[in-house]
């Protein structure tokens, strides 16, 4: 949808809250052209209209609207040159504003809210530990109370954007004696706070998008505790299903994001009337089809999501969509032949702003194998389908119901 669609749809009487939001979107528009504002600025008043995410409470960056909606107003901004807030701080756009707006007390809501969609501060997620992955709730990141704060020691471990960020969301294990999941407690913590270390660990691609991140006796106010105590579990859940929709739910447009990479080195390696393979033809197309098909059940599931915090649903995208890149990427390597073997960018061995996941082909190639890794892995995305949604026997879990400190580990 183009602006002058938008526009079209407010004039000729779209009603009710579409209407609203429309109109709220030309308003914003017509203030501040994207072209010639700056990101911060758009993004302040895009929040302070209700337009980050239309679902949550009004004065929180929302208008308590369908969540729906909100695909309404990125196409009518993003299509006038409007920044994206989520492409700056996707972590903390994607899964700590929901997890603030669903767990936070009003005065964290106002504190974190507004500063993390104009990307004036960024988020990381602090769950995976070198024991812990698969596992998050076996984590051993300890939290000790100590009057109005926290003392935290531990490590975290393939921290994402942990070197450019504010705040991270972590949980740690404040009650030893507790069942795994019982004994958790979820904090905001201050990455500039004395006794934290963020050190870069290098993918596959030459960069280093991720960190381990040491904490040594870090002091966590209470009032940046998320949730009550030991009810860490559950606030770790809302983060937990809105990365799966944020990595594997996004509908772009039809045609583009990896298809759309792949389209045109299908067509820069095999011009129209070229001799070519058929068989490259029925694998392009296959692969044009699956994107078309996650596309559309992505939009599926954004409709039938009437609140804010998405279902066991979200994984059936998260798993489509890693098994999707890794099989483009690998299709758009082959059609390089053997300039496929060369990697363009050489290994830059730098620690990037943001996470990109396709640059060329190459670099796709790579850095597609960890979409079946991040954000849980494919096996624990079936796991979770089989058990949730299609209500088979669960996997077995001895250690389910034993208080944590017993529980054998190395
Ligand atoms: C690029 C990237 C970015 C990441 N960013 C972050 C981040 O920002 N924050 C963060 O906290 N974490 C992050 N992670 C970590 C990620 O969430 C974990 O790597 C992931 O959850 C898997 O955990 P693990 O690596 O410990 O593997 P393990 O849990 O040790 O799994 C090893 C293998 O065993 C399989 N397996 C494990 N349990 C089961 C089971 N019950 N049934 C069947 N198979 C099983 C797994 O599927 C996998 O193949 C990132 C990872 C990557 C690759």
Redesign the pocket.
């Known amino acids: 949808m183009t602006v002058t669609d938008a526009t079209d749809r407010t004039a000729g009487g779209t009603g009710g809250d579409e209407g609203r939001v429309l109109e709220l979107c030309r308003q914003l528009l017509d203030e501040l052209p994207p072209r010639s504002t700056d990101k911060v600025t758009f993004l302040g008043r895009q929040f302070d209209l209700g337009l980050a995410w239309v679902h949550f409470p009004e004065g929180h960056g929302g208008l308590g609207l369908s969540p729906k909606l909100q695909r309404t107003v990125n196409e009518t901004l993003w299509s006038a040159g409007a920044p994206s807030a989520g492409a700056g701080n996707p972590?903390g756009h994607g899964m700590g504003a929901p997890t603030v707006v669903t767990h936070g007390s009003e005065a964290q809501k106002q504190r974190y809210l507004r500063p993390l969609f104009t990307n004036e501060e960024i988020w990381?997620?602090?769950?995976?530990?070198?024991?812990?992955?698969?596992?998050?709730a076996g984590l051993s990141s300890k939290a000790v109370r100590d009057g109005d704060e926290w003392i935290l020691n531990g490590q975290?471990?393939?921290?994402?954007?942990?070197h450019v960020s504010r705040w991270g969301m972590i949980v740690a294990r404040s009650d030893p004696r507790q069942p795994k999941h019982k004994g958790l407690t979820y904090f905001v913590v201050d990455m500039h706070a004395p006794g934290v270390e963020v050190r870069p660990l290098f993918?596959i691609t030459g960069e280093a998008?991720?960190n381990e991140v040491y904490f040594t006796d870090v002091r966590i106010p209470d009032a940046e505790r998320l949730g009550d105590v030991g009810e860490g579990w559950r606030v770790s859940l809302t983060t937990l299903m809105n990365e799966r929709v944020s990595i594997g739910g996004q509908v772009p447009r039809r045609g583009s994001g990896f298809i759309g990479e792949l389209t045109k080195v299908w067509k820069e390696r095999r011009p129209e009337g070229a001799p070519g393979r058929a068989e490259d033809l029925d694998t392009f197309m296959r692969l044009w089809i699956r994107a078309e098909v996650l596309r559309l059940t992505n939009i599926r599931a954004g409709q039938a999501r009437t609140q804010g915090t998405p279902g066991p649903e979200g994984s059936i995208g998260k798993l489509a969509m890693a098994e999707l890149h890794k099989d483009i990427s690998s299709f758009a390597v082959d059609l390089l032949g053997a300039e496929g073997m060369i990697f363009p960018d050489g290994y830059p061995m730098e620690r990037p702003s943001t996470?990109a996941l396709w640059r060329n082909p190459q670099q796709s190639f790579l850095?597609s194998?960890?979409?079946?890794?991040?954000?849980?892995?494919?096996?624990?995305m079936?796991?979770i389908l089989a058990e949730r949604v299609l209500g088979l026997p669960g996997?077995i879990r001895v250690d389910k119901d034993r208080p944590w400190i017993d529980v054998p580990r190395s």
């Not at 990381?124 to 998050?136: K, N, W």
């Not at 194998?369 to 624990?380: M, V």
């Open positions: 972590i990381c997620q602090l769950f995976s530990e070198p024991g812990a992955g698969s596992d998050v975290k471990v393939w921290t994402t954007l942990a993918q998008e991720f996470t850095r194998r960890a979409n079946s890794i991040e954000g849980g892995t494919t096996e624990i079936l796991n996997d």
